[in-house]
């Protein structure tokens, strides 16, 4: 037995008969996973079209979902486990074809749903649609693209921890609750940097389809969250989640630069500044306006980071800043000055409307980077 701990998305999509199909062969397929063009490795075999329907090799479609693969070459049988199914698979394939159990059920095999082969280079391929649904994905079929999301259910784990609303080390694939925007950091640099490094591929594939311009990350963004936040008693790796959500994992896109090391959309209303428009109470070769722009612009990523952890410090307490800090966040002073215990407290005041804001960084951003990780 063979087995490979990936992460990995297996999913299909059954496509029309019609003469759009007739030279499948040279049909090139797009996967688009959770949002992010899937990019194939030189060496990787591609989806293909076969009989009217996507198949897609194994080791190719990875690191999208915490999934277990286990290959038993005696039996012909590939075994796909969720990381939370704890079940022993049940090997008895006697057919002349590959096996496929899916958390211990036996996938279908036959001409309706499409069949699980080996190509000429040896690479093992599945129906994308078959294996997608057991593993409770959405997939929609569009001008030779194929968008696959993995469906979301709410689920909490009810272990407090740290004066926490609920504990922030969930088990794999547990959408957790909402913590304190006071509190440790459970991720460290090393893991967040481990997470965007794999994303950045994902990035790079994205702006390129668009026609957009990829952004690097800041320099040293996941060290200075998280040493910052320490200064201050905040959730550096929280935070950090949600300057991923506020600008795109750092792409933004929207009214909002990259140059201004904005990571949390700091005055940005809409509205763009004006020669009027002036920042006081805070060090004016580190915090500035410019007019034209949207939003507070920083001189530095540091300087950029700690605004936004302020800014969170603002929502969390009346108390006064830490001693030996240096007020930076030109709005540390707003209505809603001690109003947020909770990351989704932040729901309907720092986003309006803001359902879900503070839940959707957590489980979107934060939950990613812990299972990645694990």
């Not at 049988?77 to 074809?97: F, M």
């Not at 979107?364 to 980077?369: G, L």
Request: hydrophobic fraction near 40%; include cysteine; aromatic fraction near 12%.
């Amino acid at each position: 037995m063979k087995k490979i701990l990936l992460t990995v998305l297996l999913l299909i999509f059954i496509l029309p008969q019609t003469s759009a199909w007739a030279d499948e062969a040279n049909s090139e397929i797009t996967l688009i996973i959770n949002d992010f063009p899937y990019v194939f490795a030189e060496n990787d075999a591609r989806a293909v079209l076969k009989d009217g329907r996507v198949y897609v090799p194994l080791r190719v479609v990875a690191n999208a979902l915490d999934c277990e693969i286990e290959w038993y070459e005696a039996v012909q049988t590939v075994v796909i486990n969720e990381r939370n199914y704890t079940g022993e698979p049940v090997l008895d394939n006697q057919e002349n074809k590959l096996a496929i159990l899916i958390n211990g059920e036996k996938l279908a095999s036959n001409e309706a749903v499409g069949e699980a082969f080996i190509n000429e280079q040896g690479f093992t391929l599945v129906p994308l649609r078959a294996v997608g649904e057991s593993l409770d994905c959405t997939v929609v079929w569009q001008d030779n693209v194929v968008l696959i999301n993995k469906n979301k259910h709410q689920e909490t784990v009810d272990n407090p921890n740290n004066g926490s609303h609920e504990t922030i080390a969930p088990t794999n694939n547990t959408v957790v609750d909402v913590p304190t925007i006071f509190g440790p950091s459970t991720l460290n640099a090393e893991e967040i940097n481990n997470y965007l490094d794999y994303m950045k591929p994902f990035l790079k594939a994205r702006a390129e389809n668009n026609g957009t311009v990829f952004y690097d990350y800041p320099d040293n963004i996941a060290e200075l969250y998280i040493s910052i936040g320490n200064k201050y008693g905040i959730r550096g790796d929280v935070a950090l989640c949600q300057a991923l959500k506020e600008t795109g994992y750092f792409q933004y896109g929207g009214i909002v630069e990259p140059w201004q090391n904005n990571f949390c959309g700091l005055g940005a209303t809409g509205v763009a500044y004006t020669e009027e428009d002036t920042v006081s109470g805070v060090d004016g070769t580190l915090v500035y306006i410019i007019p034209g722009t949207h939003g507070v612009t920083f001189a530095t990523v540091a300087a950029g980071v700690e605004a936004h952890i302020q800014h969170l410090y603002a929502y969390a307490t009346n108390g006064e800043l830490p001693n030996g800090t240096e007020m930076i966040d030109p709005r540390f002073n707003h209505y809603y000055r001690g109003t947020a215990t909770y990351w989704n407290d932040l729901n309907g005041r720092w986003a309006v409307p803001g359902d879900g804001y503070g839940e959707s960084i957590i489980r979107d951003y934060w939950q990613k980077i812990y299972n990645y990780n694990r």
